[in-house]
């Protein structure tokens, strides 16, 4: 444990100093797998679709608020899809406008999991999401992570109903949208996890900011334990099909990796929790203060105290 | 001559003016009021344009029924639906757009409580003789 807490410092002591460009790199780097995963997935736009296109977007995105990644990857699916078909471009746009003017401009805070979320779809481990924004963000953020299903399974369905969006034969524009519509509103496995992550987020945000010992790690605990109900309860009420041990898995997943986020951000020790009371003019206060575990690394100096030797002929 | 709480103190107001300070600041400008209700009606128009969008998107999705039963329609009672369920929709977010933003208000207000009483203590230090 100690050995962990000597790396931590010194990753806290490296981040410090060298904040200026490991911020713009991790920026480069989120920037530079959303935009490869997006031409992975649609990439009908060949131009759009080199990677020094995407490196080149990245770069810029580096030095620019890290929702600006957001704005770009929009842009480019909705190009994509234009190259795919206009209708399906189309309602791309207004499916993203719609995000924004109704989730989006409440949880600005939060959006990166617009980004996370989709990312974590394709890797296989979307339910690493709600626990760990229960621990770092706030209950809003459930309107980023709504956002991200949705994103994720609007890519999903383009690209598994490919064919016929672009060939739709003779049928009208009308019955086009219509078709594209009502397959992406008759989804309902985008419920399924929007419900479930809405309520694991609440209830590791709540649990997390109780005033009892090992808060975090009960919030994680809790948030699996809630991650696995509500998925399995609403993929029943909705009649989607879940996958019992997929969902084990990732909450599994999700339990490790939460540790190590909490390890990196909470780390106190609840051994030394320390309860004092004192009062001024207008309050009482009854306070409960935990330190944090730390171990500071041994700054070695190696300070010569004997005697310097004298050479013979010096004496002499 | 340099002061050395005055710089400690100057150190910290700017590093909070370079973080939370620039979104709370800001806020904390406004009256209550002023605030909460320039974003209701943000909200209010925002979700406005959205139920135009799907309200637009049902109606070219169905134009052909629409077309066929337009004349069998009773357009008042359709109106009067379609109107409730904007009203509806639109009420139930500017409730909890009133709830958020009282509530990022008052969080603006007690964070930039400490900023002012630094910028009082700070002018107060210019103030003294030795300064």
Redesign the interface.
């Known amino acids: 444990m100690a050995e962990l807490l000597l790396i931590k410092d010194r990753l806290k002591i490296i981040y410090g100093r060298y904040e200026i460009f490991i911020t713009p790199v991790l920026k480069f780097i989120l920037a530079l797998i959303t935009y490869l995963v997006i031409n992975k997935k649609l990439g009908y736009m060949e131009n759009l679709a080199n990677p020094v296109f995407a490196i080149m977007m990245a770069l810029v995105n580096a030095f620019l608020p890290v929702n600006i990644i957001i704005l770009f990857a929009a842009v480019m699916i909705c190009l994509h899809l234009y190259r795919m078909s206009l209708i399906a471009a189309a309602?791309a746009v207004?499916f993203f406008?719609?995000l924004f003017?109704?989730f989006l401009?409440?949880s600005a805070d939060s959006a990166v999991a617009v980004i996370f979320a989709p990312l974590l779809f394709v890797c296989h481990i979307p339910y690493v999401l709600p626990i760990c924004l229960g621990l770092v963000s706030n209950p809003?953020s459930a309107l980023s992570a709504a956002c991200g299903i949705g994103v994720y399974f609007f890519l999903s369905y383009m690209t598994a109903n490919e064919a016929a969006i672009q060939n739709p034969g003779d049928v009208?524009l009308?019955d086009q949208?219509?078709s594209i519509?009502?397959g992406l509103v008759s989804d309902k496995t985008v419920l399924v996890y929007v419900i479930a992550f809405a309520v694991t987020i609440v209830v590791v945000y709540i649990i997390r900011r109780l005033a009892v010992n090992y808060a975090w790690y009960i919030a994680i605990a809790a948030g699996a334990v809630v991650e696995i109900i509500t998925m399995l309860f609403a993929g029943a009420a909705f009649n989607v099909k879940i996958s019992v041990p997929s969902v084990l898995l990732g909450v599994l997943l999700a339990i490790i990796i939460a540790l190590i986020l909490q390890f990196f951000l909470f780390s106190v020790d609840y051994t030394r929790t320390e309860y004092v009371q004192f009062e001024d003019e207008e309050y009482y206060y009854h306070v409960k203060a935990v330190p944090k575990l730390m171990v500071s690394a041994t700054d070695k100096q190696v300070k010569r105290i004997s005697r310097a030797r004298v050479r013979s002929h010096d004496r002499d | 001559m340099l002061d050395e709480s005055r710089i400690k103190l100057m150190t910290r107001m700017a590093s909070y003016e370079d973080t939370e300070g620039k979104k709370m600041i800001p806020i904390s400008h406004y009256f209550r009021s002023d605030y909460v209700g320039f974003n209701i009606l943000?909200?209010a128009v925002?979700?406005t344009?959205?139920f135009g969008?799907?309200l637009g998107?049902y109606l070219?999705?169905?134009?052909?029924t629409l077309l066929a039963e337009v004349y069998k329609m009773d357009l008042k009672e359709v109106g009067r639906k379609l109107l409730s369920l904007y009203a509806v929709i639109v009420g139930i977010?500017i409730f909890?757009?009133f709830l958020?933003y009282t509530y990022r208000y008052n969080v603006a207000k007690k964070s930039v409580r400490s900023y002012n009483n630094a910028l009082r203590r700070l002018a107060a230090m210019y103030n003294t003789p030795d300064n």
């Open positions: 309602i207004l406008v719609i003017l109704i401009r409440f809003l009208q009308a949208v219509r519509v009502s | 943000k909200t925002s979700v344009i959205a969008i799907v998107i070219f999705c169905n134009i052909d977010y909890i757009a958020l």
